[in-house]
């Protein structure tokens, strides 16, 4: 099963403390390790962002920074797991992280699973 | 949080940590059946204890420190070896005297070397295939019995079996727990990868309408694989295994037809592959073309696979490259088989007559006599060279030799059009 998290908070949190980086380069490094990370990534700043909204009939295109938004998707990662909750455990320690070296911070991991094969294809 | 919610919780957390906890408890008590006893001593003990107290901050250390535990007081009721029991009092001693950051930390120097040690053991050869497979999903794979019995179509109880005469073969011909060294180390290393492969094929050989747990054993190879990649990176036969499960896998989803029939890799719809695993399988490749220059077997097979994989649609496909290493994967692994599909090869990139040179040298041999795609080839060959008398004998002979209805028919349908003299209105 494929799961994608997506990292939440709001884009003005600031520059996250070295411990924390040094934390989840290793907690990364463990799921390579573990055989379960797919894929991962942080996204660069709304400033550098657009947005194309269809709405009403019309499409609409927006360049950031997004002030408004109260959250923003800051990262995402991909991995492959045998159930949900490996996913909310795999979240659990991600953001114990957080409050441990960025005592203040606040956000929120959100897990999607992601369709596969099983999804599509012939029902039994 | 319901007591249900942390049981989930509790077996998501043995999943993630079963293997490391066993392997490191092995390493301790040099018993690879001790030591899963052991650790499930810890999980009932965390299943008891963790709905009340919560589950704690780093679960997996509180698991093996329960385990270690339990290991103590086994030895004290066994009176056990005076040394073995001293050997565990001192390191218990030594890890108490550790603050708690300093366990975890020589719990993870080690914990590399261990599991290695449990990757081989599990495979070791003195175990029959079986035994390995089943051993090697419930001490690394972390399944239950019921999963593997469920994921390899036998009786739970079989397995439950396997793996306690896995166990006791292991003890009695006091394998030791460690890491093969020298001459041994390719040979083992090689048992190892058959496993996992096995376990992948399994897992790709299910049909639709089959127990989820089947072709979930694909996912559970891969992860072998790729833990199996981190833990020894400079070989470069496990990256060529690794890039040939992710581009194998990469093609589930367009694998199988809206009726369940399976679909030939070239009339896949392509927008189905998984671009995802197609780009780790291409990673895994280049790790493996960079540590050696020839490649092995895994290797070239993931190569040939990588070279349908970059082709956008099946025109685009690299004949004469996917040819060039039939021809190394010939030398190096040579069967019939493999000839055979080194002439599909070298006729998509030379023209079928140099296709059918080939092929009728196959023609004698004795292990392709049943063999419905030797015929069926030659008979696509004759067909292309405007053969067609010969090509309909060899659709004929194909057709009689296959058991799947519908190859059958499709075989037919290829025979007739041979009699009209022109293509059928259904290619394949």
Known sequence: MRFMMLVKHAESSGAPPKELMDAIAKLSEEAVKAGTMVASGGLAPTAASTRVRVSRGQITTTDGPFTEAKEIVGGIAIFDLKSKEEAVEGALRFMELHKKHWPGWEGETEIRQMYGPEDFGPKT | ?428
């Open chain 2, 1 to 428: 949080m319901t007591a249900t919610d942390t049981h989930r919780a509790i077996d998501a957390i043995w999943r993630i940590e079963s293997a490391k906890i066993i392997a490191g408890l092995a390493r301790i008590v040099r018993d690879v059946g001790l030591a899963e006893e052991l650790a499930q001593d810890a999980l009932v003990a965390a299943l008891e204890q963790w709905p009340e107290s919560g589950i704690p901050d780093n679960p997996g250390a509180w698991l093996m420190a329960t385990a270690k535990h339990r290991a103590i007081d086994l030895f004290r009721r066994k009176k056990l070896l005076e040394r073995k029991h001293e050997e565990l009092g001192r390191e218990l001693d030594a890890q108490q005297k550790m603050a708690v950051a300093d366990f975890d930390s020589a719990i993870d120097d080690d914990i590399g070397d261990d599991l290695l040690r449990l990757v081989f053991v599990s495979c070791h050869p003195v175990l029959s295939t079986e035994a390995r497979v089943a051993l090697t999903l419930r001490l690394l794979g972390g399944l239950t019995t019921e999963e593997i019995a469920r994921a390899f179509l036998v009786p739970e109880p079989t397995v439950a079996q396997r793996i306690v005469r896995a166990k006791r073969t292991l003890a009695e011909a006091r394998v030791p727990f460690e890491v093969p060294r020298g001459d041994e180390v390719a040979a083992r290393l090689s048992s190892v990868l058959e496993v996992i492969y096995l376990i992948f094929n399994e897992g790709y050989s299910a049909t639709a309408g089959d127990d989820w747990m089947r072709p979930a054993l694909c996912e559970d190879a891969l992860r072998l694989g790729r833990i199996l990649a981190e833990l020894v990176p400079k070989e470069p036969e496990v990256h060529g295994l690794v890039a040939l499960m992710e581009i194998q896998a990469s093609r589930s989803g367009a694998r199988i037809g809206p009726s369940g029939e399976p679909i030939l890799l070239l009339d896949q719809d392509r927008s189905r592959w998984d671009q995802l695993l197609i780009r780790r399988g291409l990673a895994a490749l280049q790790r493996a073309e960079e540590l050696r220059g020839a490649l092995g077997l895994y290797a070239l097979q993931a190569a040939i696979a990588a070279c349908h994989a970059r082709a956008r649609t099946p025109e685009e496909t690299d004949w004469p490259r996917i040819a060039a290493l039939y021809d190394a994967l010939a030398r190096g692994a040579p069967s019939p088989v493999v000839e055979l599909n080194r002439a599909v090869a070298i006729a998509m990139a030379f023209g079928p007559a140099a296709g059918l040179e080939l092929v009728d040298a196959l023609t004698s041999e004795p292990s392709l006599k049943s063999y419905h795609l030797l015929p069926s080839v030659r008979g696509d060959f004759l067909f292309k060279l405007g053969r067609f008398a010969e090509a309909q004998a060899e659709f004929e002979r194909a057709a009689a030799l296959t058991r799947n209805a519908r190859e059958h028919e499709l075989l037919l349908g290829r025979a007739r059009a041979c009699a009209r003299g022109s293509a059928p209105l259904e290619q394949r």
